[in-house]
């Protein structure tokens, strides 16, 4: 069987005569501990670089989205905002208590006029344990134009179903609802000049020829009562 030792060697003299005492330890714990040491302090450093590595990877996910992420813990306290958000947003993270998270960002209905309740924000709902989605309008003083945003938000829980936070992620949907508004505008003409022209118009299929509307003068035309 083997084993580590450890010697140590000192020197007498005694009627003139060198004398020389040694001593031996067993160490063999002790090396077996001191490897399981360095084995544990080699492990820890490559855990520590694959976190680090890993820790790099998302935090480079987070700067590359085009969505605005955004996390807090269960108090309303901001722990992420990825820099999508702050550009989305034009405001980064604030201390602000949650019943003026509206007032500092500019919150307001898809009207873009009334003010959102302070229990009507997404993230607030959140909190509260819902999960919710919403389009919302924000303008503040960073965002003076105003910027429609689609926002989804749920709570973050434990595995005991404890709410420990909430996560939000919410996109800029403004050219899409100006393109909305201007196809609105534009079937609102079309409607309008439909219905007050004087030359008999009709919409028919084109398969079929089957008619899907007519205006009030190819009505008087034909000979039917409006």
Not at 6 to 28: N, P, Y
Not at 114 to 124: A, V
Not at 183 to 212: C, D, H, N, V
């Amino acid at each position: 069987e083997e084993f580590q030792i450890e010697a140590s060697i000192s020197q007498l003299e005694s009627g003139g005569h060198k004398l020389f005492t040694v001593i031996l330890r067993d160490v063999t714990e002790r090396v077996h501990a001191e490897e399981s040491l360095r084995r544990q302090a080699a492990e820890l450093a490559a855990s520590r670089l694959l976190l680090e590595e890993k820790t790099r990877m998302l935090q480079s996910v987070l700067d590359s989205m085009s969505e605005g992420l955004v996390a807090a813990d269960e108090r309303g306290h901001f722990i992420l905002w990825n820099p999508a958000a702050e550009r989305i947003v034009g405001l980064g993270p604030t201390d602000t208590p949650t019943e003026e998270w509206n007032t500092h960002y500019g919150v307001f209905y898809p009207d873009t006029v009334t003010p959102l309740p302070t229990e009507q924000n997404p993230l607030s709902l959140a909190i509260a344990g819902k999960a919710n989605s919403a389009v919302i309008f924000v303008r503040n003083h960073k965002v003076p134009g105003g910027a429609f945003l689609e926002i989804y938000a749920s709570p973050l829980r434990g595995k005991d179903g404890a709410i420990q936070g909430v996560v939000t992620a919410f996109r800029d949907i403004t050219e899409r609802k100006r393109a909305e508004e201007l196809a609105r505008q534009s079937e609102e003409k079309f409607a309008k000049a439909f219905r007050s022209s004087p030359i008999g118009i009709s919409i028919t299929t084109l398969a079929e020829g089957r008619y899907l509307d007519v205006n009030d003068a190819l009505l008087k035309i034909l000979g039917y009562k409006e």
